[in-house]
């Protein structure tokens, strides 16, 4: 079946660091790979996808690129924030329904901690 | 927008009891309900997928006599855990999907449920 596995936390950085949370899959056909966060309190978010291979997603600063060789989605940003302290989640998609939206395969969660 | 509530938040309850969890979409219809399950410092499991009006299509391992899901509405499913014993004791989570793309699922803030 489909699996994710992502680095074990927590990462604790100082302020403007480099970030990368690395991400691997396993699954059938051609999934859609994505990051989640949950700030405390709060329901998972979107954070970024790619729903094909070389695809690269971005949003705030965070980015990651779909590499099929590799079977990788590692989450990327060049300058932390305190204000991006929160769980990281990767996940995939892989549609086997084709009939309407799929449950999502998840990693264990990458509990990020930036001091300032 | 796009906004799920939960409820309750938390909830401790004798074994042997049941309890129900509300999922509600609060600005907008929900063709397909989501219900997930984590336990600590573990990723969130997929139990079960429910559409609005048929019958809850639930993940392998999961029982689905124990883990009653009822999608009424486009704006509200439940989740009753009958007969709770104290290994049912996680954090539950749902999210709702407008449509039929996996990635546009929107999460709610997670239920924890501590049985004693």
């Known amino acids: 079946g489909d699996s994710v596995t992502q680095m074990e936390g927590p990462v604790t950085l100082s302020e403007e660091a480099f970030l990368t949370i690395n991400c691997t899959y396993t699954?059938?056909?051609?999934?859609?790979l994505f990051w989640y966060v949950q700030y405390p309190g709060e329901g998972l978010q979107l954070l970024l996808k790619?729903?094909?291979?070389?695809d690269k997603g971005s949003n705030k600063g965070f980015e990651a690129t779909y590499r099929k060789e590799t079977t990788s989605f590692h989450l990327e940003k060049g300058s932390v924030q305190v204000s991006d302290s929160a769980v990281y989640f990767c996940?995939?998609?892989?549609?086997?329904?084709?009939?309407?939206?799929?449950?999502?395969?998840f990693g264990k969660g990458t509990h990020l901690i930036i001091q300032p | 927008g796009a906004v799920v509530s939960q409820h309750p938040s938390w909830v401790i309850c004798k074994s042997g009891t049941s309890v129900k969890i509300e999922c509600r979409s609060l600005?907008?219809?929900?063709?397909?309900m989501f219900w997930y399950r984590q336990f600590p410092k573990q990723s969130l499991m997929l139990m079960a997928t429910?559409?609005?009006?048929?019958?809850?299509?639930?993940e392998q391992g999961v029982e689905k006599d124990k883990f009653l899901i009822n999608h009424a509405s486009l704006t509200l499913s439940t989740l009753t855990v009958t007969s709770a014993h104290p290994e049912d004791s996680s954090f539950y989570i749902c999210?709702?999907?407008?449509?039929?793309?996996?990635?546009?699922?929107?999460f709610g803030p997670g239920t924890r449920l501590t049985v004693t």
């Open positions: 999210s709702a999907a407008p449509g039929r793309i996996s990635y546009e699922q929107y």
């Open positions: 996940a995939l998609s892989s549609y086997y329904s084709g009939g309407g939206a799929d449950g999502l395969t």
């Open positions: 790619a729903t094909k291979a070389d």
């Open positions: 699954a059938t056909g051609y999934p859609s």
């Open positions: 429910s559409n609005e009006g048929s019958k809850a299509t639930y």
């Open positions: 600005d907008f219809q929900a063709t397909t």
